[in-house]
Nanobody
Framework: QVQLEESGGGLVQPGGSLRLSCVVSGSAFSANAISWFRQAPGKLREFVASILSSGATTYADSVKGRFTISRENAKNTVSLQMDSLKVEDTAVYYC???????WGQGTQVTVSS
């Protein structure tokens, strides 16, 4: 059974940093591309970043230069380092095995002073 579990969310002030983690079990992790999405209250879920098995990365324009996605295949983990956080980054963040319906349960990120 494929499972994804996010962690690392919390409350942070504008300009601060958080690091999210997504641990994947039950799949050939190293062969899969993993994506991060987020959903703010009243808004549609949107793409944030993805990383291919090769390590190639893609970012949404809204987070480019502030967020960094990385993977550690030995630990079946993808991380999202979020720096220079803004109030508008507030959302529930989800990881997903790209092009599948396998999602994690989400982790809340709140950016507020």
């Amino acid at each position: 059974q494929v499972q994804l579990e996010e962690s690392g969310g919390g409350l942070v002030q504008p300009g601060g940093s958080l690091r999210l983690s997504c641990v994947v079990s039950g799949s050939a992790f190293s062969a899969n591309a993993i994506s991060w999405f987020r959903q703010a209250p009243g808004k549609l879920r949107e793409f944030v970043a993805s990383i291919l098995s090769s390590g190639a990365t893609t970012y949404a324009d809204s987070v480019k230069g502030r967020f960094t996605i990385s993977r550690e295949n030995a630990k079946n983990t993808v991380s999202l380092q979020m720096d220079s956080l803004k109030v508008e980054d507030t959302a529930v963040y989800y990881c997903r095995i790209r092009a599948t319906n396998y999602w994690g349960q989400g982790t809340q990120v709140t950016v507020s002073s």
